[in-house]
């Protein structure tokens, strides 16, 4: 089973729709959790960190279900330039390896005008 | 402040070549990984080093594949001898291990073809 589980879509939405992304991770000792948006030829950057209250960010919320080892990312209003890749991503939450992270293969998103 | 640095941006090579891939973390970080992606594989994890040490080289290929990291702002990759099965991108990252939360923080990556 893999650690990070999304679905790779693609997600075609016009301007201004509401997009929903969805993953479940396998170890429940992970502590930290992100959003890693992609473009297109360039490198992961962070989007934002999940947090266990759910956190804000603009048009950007992301929800954690700990019991259900669910993670989701909510874009409202969305906008051409968040056509990309996001990449949901956990750590592995044990001793030395607390560090390394595990990162799914990533929803493509093309919004279009 | 200046960024994960990787180089070269792009490397062409033939088959059977070495070759050598460098990476200057971001200042102060203890962490750094080496990742390569395809279409095929997504991003995988190659190798990672804490405090200079590496930590798990699991995800290295094959003994063709090797890591150094001689001080806290510098560290290489290196193949020999390269195979066209190894045309990827290869992104280094780096991160402060020990801290509130472990985000990595990617490189521009270097775009490799072997032919």
């Known amino acids: 089973r893999k650690e990070v589980e999304q679905d790779p879509g693609p997600f075609n939405v016009p301007e201004g729709a509401t997009v929903a992304f969805n993953c479940t991770y396998s170890?429940?000792?992970?502590?930290?959790f992100f959003w890693y948006r992609q473009d297109c030829r360039k490198e992961p950057k962070l989007l934002m960190s999940v947090y266990s209250s759910g956190n804000e960010d603009g048009r950007f919320t992301a929800q954690l279900n700990r019991a259900s080892q669910y993670i989701s990312l909510l874009i409202r209003d969305s906008k051409l330039s968040d056509s990309a890749t996001y990449l949901c991503?956990?750590?592995?939450?044990?001793?030395?390896?607390?560090?390394?992270?595990?990162f799914g293969r990533g929803t493509q998103l093309t919004v279009w005008p | 402040d200046a960024g994960v640095i990787q180089s070269p941006r792009h490397e062409v090579t033939e088959m059977g070549q070495e070759v050598t891939l460098r990476c200057k973390p971001i200042s102060g970080h203890n962490s750094l990984f080496w990742y390569r992606q395809t279409m095929m594989r997504g991003l995988e994890l190659l190798i990672y080093f804490n405090n200079n040490v590496p930590i798990d080289d699991s995800g290295m290929p094959e003994d063709r594949f090797s890591a150094k990291m001689p001080n806290a702002s510098f560290s290489t990759l290196k193949i020999q001898p390269s195979e066209p099965r190894d045309s990827a991108v290869y992104f280094c990252a780096s991160s402060l291990w020990g801290g509130s939360s472990y985000e990595q923080y990617f490189g521009p990556g270097t775009r490799l073809t072997v032919t």
């Open positions: 170890n429940s000792a992970s502590q930290s």
């Open positions: 991503v956990v750590n592995a939450g044990r001793g030395s390896t607390l560090g390394r992270l595990y």
